[in-house]
Nanobody, 126 residues
Framework: QVLLVESGGGSVQAGGSLRLSCAAS????????MAWFRQAPGKERDRVAD??????????VYADSVKGRFTISRDKSKNTVYLQMNSLKPEDTAMYYC?????????????????WGQGTQVTVSS
């Protein structure tokens, strides 16, 4: 079993920044893929970014809506994945969830991911 705990959410004004963290514990050594999804009220859960970790590199992928503004990173020694969010917009307002899976990242379909955190709320005001 893998436990994921997100932190770092909050309320900011448009143009501001936040850094989300997701600490993983448990059976984590095989979790090569970690990702961030977000879900606004009444909307589907959408992938924001994922990162695939090998022994020699980390490979990030971003949704078009956040490219150039968000950066995903992973510190495998700390079993933690981060999401640095800059130039935030009101449309970034959502609950942000951390997820993990073994093997390759599974694309934008949230049903393909095995483990989820409880979420952290991000609110961006105009």
């Amino acid at each position: 079993q893998v436990l994921l705990v997100e932190s770092g959410g909050g309320s900011v004004q448009a143009g501001g920044s936040l850094r989300l963290s997701c600490a993983a514990s448990g059976f984590t050594y095989s979790m090569n893929c970690m990702a961030w999804f977000r879900q606004a009220p009444g909307k589907e859960r959408d992938r924001v970014a994922d990162i695939y970790t090998t022994t020699s590199q980390n490979i990030p992928v971003y949704a078009d809506s956040v490219k150039g503004r968000f950066t995903i990173s992973r510190d495998k020694s700390k079993n933690t994945v981060y999401l640095q969010m800059n130039s935030l917009k009101p449309e970034d307002t959502a609950m942000y969830y951390c997820t993990a899976t073994s093997g390759l990242c599974r694309g934008p379909d949230p049903s393909q991911y095995n483990y989820w955190g409880q979420g952290t709320q991000v609110t961006v005001s105009s």
